[in-house]
Each structure stands twice: as C-alpha cells, then as structure tokens.
C-alpha cells in the first residue's frame, strides 16, 4: 500500500514537472515571437535569407553542406514555420541522404528541382521515381547534371519552360527530339560532345562551356556573355580546330564579355585570310592557357576590344619574350585603368595588380608557366602601363634559390619577400657596389629562416647601408636576438610575430 502512495506522489510530481516544462516552453515562444528583432520581418523577407544561406551552403566542399541551412529551422516555430511552406527551399537533390528523399521531395511541392543523373546514384535507386516525375513532368526540371547516357536521356522529349543550367559529360549525346526543342530559360549549357550547327532549344543561351566542334554560323551562339572553350584534348587535323574558326565563331557573339580558351598543341595557328580583328566591344574578361610556344599566341593580334579588365595566360616550357609579346601588346592598347603598380611574382607566376585608395589590390594582368618565367624585366618593359611600387616575391618553400630581382627597376619603394628558408647566396645579388631598386624605401621580410646562415644578416645590413632604405619590417622570421641588434644600427626594424 505505501509503494503504491510512492508511486502516485511520484507520477503527480512528474506531472507537474512537465506541466511546468511546457509551460516554459510557451514563454520561450511568446518571448521569441515578441522579442525577436527579426519578428516584424515579412515571411518573404526570411525565405529569402534563408535561400541566401542555403546558395553559401551549397559552395562548401563538405557532404550534404547544402542542408546545412537548415539549422535556421531550430531557432524558432516562426523561423521553422517559413522554411517549411518555401517550397524552392527543398528542391537541392543533387547531394541527399536517401533517407531525406521522399520528404525533400513533398516539402518541394511544384517547386523546379536541381538534379544530377549519375550511375552511382542509380545502383540505389533513391531518386528513381524523382527521375521518372520528371520525365512525364519536366516543367519540374530548373538545374540538370547528367552523367551518363542511357534511357533516362531520350526519354526527356517534352519541353522544359523552367530548365535553367544544363550540365553533360563526356560520352552523353543528346538526341534530336530532346526537350522537343523547347527550352526558353535555358541560359548555361556545359557540354563536352559535338552539338550541331542549329539547336532550337539554345536560343537564349547566354553561357557555354564547350569541348566540342564550333560551328561559327551557330544562332545559339549570337546571344553568349560567357565562353568557355577547351581544347586542351585535341589531337586532330588542325583544319577542324584552329584559331581561326575561333575567331569566326567570335564574330557571332557582339555580346560577349568573359572569353577562356584552353588550347593543345594541335590546335592551328591559320590567319592567312584574315585582314582585320574581331571587334568584341563588351569583351572584358580573357583566359588564354597555351600548350605550345609558338603560332597561337597571335590570336591576341586579331582581339580588339574597349576595355580589357582582367588578363590571363598560361605558357608551356621554353618560353621566350616573342611568345608573350603579343599578349603585352594587346594589354597595353586596351587596358584604360589606373597602372598598375603592386606586382607579385609567387612560385612560376607573375601577376600585376591594381592598388585601391584603401591599400587592397586586384590581380588584372597574370602570366602562369609551367617552367621558370623568360626576362621578368623584359616582360615589365613591355608593359609602359605596369610601372611596379610595390614588388612582392612569394618563394616556393620547398626550393632553395635565389629571388627573381628588378634590380634595375627605379620605380620600386616597396619590396617583400615571403617564405622558405634563405639560399646561401640570398642576398648576394643585393650586396653590390651599386645597391639594386634605387628607389626603395621599405623592405618588409616575412617566414625567413636566417638560422645557420647568419652571415646573410651582414649582407642584408651591407645593402641597407648603402641604399635608402627606411623601414625594415621582420614578420615570423627565424632570426636570433643578436643578429637584429646589427640591423638596428642602419635602419629602423619592426619585428612582428615575434621574430625568433
């Protein structure tokens, strides 16, 4: 009889417990829905951040990072209440836990879906019936990647109004009929097969990312900001890849503001019936990757553009200065920004940047190779409008050598050297008689290891003694306490991060 009384005071304090709880828990709400800076938001106002924080999610490297959005739907009933009545929140299907699939797929409602077709996925078949929704529905299609060519390809031959980002891989064809020719907002296409010289459903193609054949005269190019062509593979007849039915296809493209080419050594060089360039005035945007040394780099004498923005070319092994004078030439006759003063030379890339009034700087002229770099100084006398105040040497860690050096470059009042441990000859080409960069005015050395070297501490101090230097600047350095007390005798140091 008293265990039984035990028991029901036990269960009547419980009770009370959770009354108590949920009582709580009715505040917490009441407090959050009346508390909250966000509790006058509209309920569009919140998908939209939401979304905004799902497209962040999306660019992490991580599994399923594209749900991680989702942890807004914790915060609060509100908060959870919005995400769950957005259908385009649900509509991701290209990185999901089988298990979610059935659920994303009812919280999606009507919404357009973002799809990848792999192999892998179907030997599990969790999106079976998604695909076989889409086939009879592809009104349900916004983002597509397909991966491999079976069925699942020819049976999508009815339109497809809400078809935005189309993705093929190598080896998927597509068929005549596909989406009945009716795709109206499609606006990307990444394809690595041949397409043919018309495709209705192309019309409003603005974005190509291309391995196949060009065909100039193609309408579907007529209408494209952004080209990406690569030819990095080709191993044919230079006659059907060559640059100048590159060119001829340009013609075709009055709209087009970012250009990257990626081009083989097969690819040929032929200008012969070619008199004047091809005018792209809103051509702003220009990647060039190089897989020989001569011929092809002359495409750069048949561009003519307003105003080039952002540069950038990628040379084989034995380069010289004719290979990459062309490209000089035709920066200097359509660059029209500020000089470009800040130049960075890391590993075997040389880039100019533009400097801001706040001190940040953008990379707009690079030249990538393979192997080391022809006559840094003679690529900078190519370029009147790069005149270098600050010089940035990035070293390869792993590689122990002397800098690249402008020694005779007179505009230079900025010099940094960043990372690796010291060649033993370092800083010889800096001891001379006539000390290098004449303008130099601050030297800022950053993650130098100077141990077990420490006579290169007197040629540093040697140099600074006979130049103008003002400033010496030590970032995370290996540099023992008395070799800085040496420097400090000739020149003003900083040492940061502590210099050991």
């Known amino acids: ?101 059935r659920e994303m797929f009812a919280r999606s409602m009507a919404a357009p879906l973002i799809l990848q077709y792999d192999q892998n996925i179907n030997q599990s078949n969790p999106l079976d019936f998604v695909f076989q929704h889409v086939i009879e529905s592809p009104e349900r299609i916004k983002e597509l990647e397909i991966y491999v060519k079976d069925d699942f390809v020819d049976l999508l031959v009815k339109p497809a109004p809400f078809l935005e980002d189309l993705f093929t891989d190598s080896g998927v064809e597509l068929p005549p009929n596909f989406l009945a020719g009716v795709a109206p907002r499609l606006h990307s296409l990444t394809c690595s097969e041949d397409l043919p010289l018309e495709v209705p459903w192309l019309g409003n193609l603005t974005k190509l990312v291309y391995q196949g054949r060009l065909h100039p005269t193609a309408t579907y190019l007529s209408k494209l900001t952004f080209l990406e062509l690569d030819w990095d593979w080709v191993d044919e007849d230079s006659t059907v890849y060559n640059i100048d039915i590159i060119l001829s296809a340009l013609e075709n493209m009055p709209l087009l503001q970012h250009l990257s080419l990626s081009l083989s050594s097969q690819v040929g060089d032929v200008f012969g019936s070619r008199s004047v360039p091809v005018h792209l005035p809103y051509l702003r945007d220009i990647t060039v990757c190089f897989s020989r040394t001569t011929g092809v780099a002359a495409i750069f004498d048949y561009l003519q553009v307003n105003n080039i923005e952002r540069l950038v070319t990628r040379w084989p092994p034995n380069q010289d200065l004719t290979m990459v004078t062309p490209v000089c030439h035709f920066f200097e006759r ?73 020694a005779a470059c007179d505009t230079i009042e900025e010099l940094h050297i960043s990372f690796g441990y ?75 991060a502590d210099a050991t």
């Open 1 to 101: 009889m008293a265990e039984l009384q035990l028991k029901e005071l036990e269960d009547l304090y419980d009770k009370k417990i959770s009354e108590y709880f949920e009582l709580a828990r009715a505040f917490r709400e009441e407090r959050n829905a009346h508390c909250s800076v966000t509790r006058n938001l509209p309920a569009e106002v919140l998908s939209t951040i939401f979304a905004w924080l799902a497209s962040i999610c999306k660019n992490e490297v991580q599994k399923h990072s594209h749900l991680r959005w989702m942890v807004v739907t914790h915060v609060c009933r509100v908060w959870r209440n919005v995400a769950l009545k957005e259908p385009t929140l649900w509509t991701d299907f290209t990185d999901l836990h089988p298990n979610w699939v």
């Open 334 to 406: 359509y660059y029209h920004g500020d000089n470009l003063q800040y130049l960075l030379h890391s590993k075997k890339e040389v880039t100019f940047h533009r400097t801001h009034s706040n001190g940040a700087h953008t990379p707009v002229l690079t030249f990538r190779f393979l192997a080391q770099p022809p006559s840094l100084a003679g690529v900078v006398g190519l370029l009147p409008r790069c005149t270098p105040h600050v010089y940035a040497i990035h070293q390869d860690s792993f590689k122990i050598e002397p800098p690249p050096t402008l």
């Open 422 to 496: 010291l060649h033993p000859n370092f800083f010889d080409p800096f001891d001379a008689s006539t000390p290098p960069y004449p303008s130099l005015r601050r030297l800022y050395l950053h993650d130098l290891c100077f141990i077990h070297i420490s006579e290169q501490v007197y040629k540093l101090k040697r140099w600074i003694s006979a130049s103008r230097i003002e400033h010496l600047t030590l970032t995370k350095c290996s540099l023992r306490e008395e070799d800085i007390a040496p420097l400090q005798e000739v020149v003003a140091v900083t040492v940061l």
